[in-house]
């Protein structure tokens, strides 16, 4: 499950929950947080347990997650969308490569020494400069807001104002979950014919390599 949020919301959760979660055993993955984490987005960490994911190999802290990402605000002139995307795009390829990201375990990254401070305010800096490309139209009244770290296609994770407001619950195994009402839509855009399972050789996991938890190791 990946949990989205509005600007205004993720900031006030970003702000509120390390105090919440300070003895509990989860703990809130952010740019900020962990200076080896090169995402703009937050993770929820389970920190009894570690993974390894397939083609992310970093020094960032690891360990069982949930996703949360934020909802900005887009403008409604194309011009405008592209130039803040490539932006984002840019300075996000820059943190990534810069916070030592890797598709492949290398021995030689383990014996590298940790960046020194100098570095790390570098690096810091980067990821405030991407934060704000993020935010550029915050204040502004757009209809229309994106998941702007999202995977898919650009015109895939946009949602008009309507479909972010209007929720509705749904159950998620043990819980009850606010989605949006347009789910059906929304996910069609995303995904197309969703309700097919895909071909049997594809049902495969496709993000964790190894897992360890209460002790013993998954793979």
């Known amino acids: 499950m990946d949990i989205g949020m509005t600007r205004a919301d993720y900031e006030k959760f970003a702000k509120y929950a390390p105090e919440k979660l300070g003895h509990d055993h989860y703990f809130l993955q952010t740019a900020y947080s962990d200076d080896s984490y090169g995402f703009s987005y937050m993770k929820l960490l389970d920190r009894f347990t570690y993974i390894e994911e397939k083609g992310n190999v970093n020094n960032a802290r690891k360990g069982v997650f949930i996703d949360i990402f934020p909802f900005d605000r887009i403008p409604d002139e194309p011009s405008q969308r592209r130039s803040q995307f490539a932006r984002f795009k840019l300075l996000d390829s820059r943190i990534i490569l810069k916070a030592g990201y890797g598709l492949i375990e290398n021995p030689l990254r383990r014996h590298k020494p940790d960046p020194g401070p100098d570095k790390v305010e570098d690096l810091t800096q980067l990821k405030r400069e991407r934060e704000d490309v993020m935010r ?3 204040h502004d009244q757009f209809n229309f807001y994106k998941n702007l770290p999202s995977q898919y296609g650009y015109d895939h994770e946009i949602l008009s104002g309507t479909e972010i407001s209007n929720l509705t619950k749904v159950p998620f195994e043990y819980l009850q979950v606010n ?3 347009a789910y059906d839509s929304i996910l069609t ?7 097919s399972l895909p071909p049997e050789n594809q049902r495969t996991e496709k993000h964790i390599s190894k897992l360890i938890m209460d002790n013993q190791v998954f793979y």
């Open 136 to 138: 550029l139209y915050d």
């Open 179 to 181: 989605v949006p009402t």
């Open 189 to 195: 855009r995303m995904y197309g014919d969703y309700m």
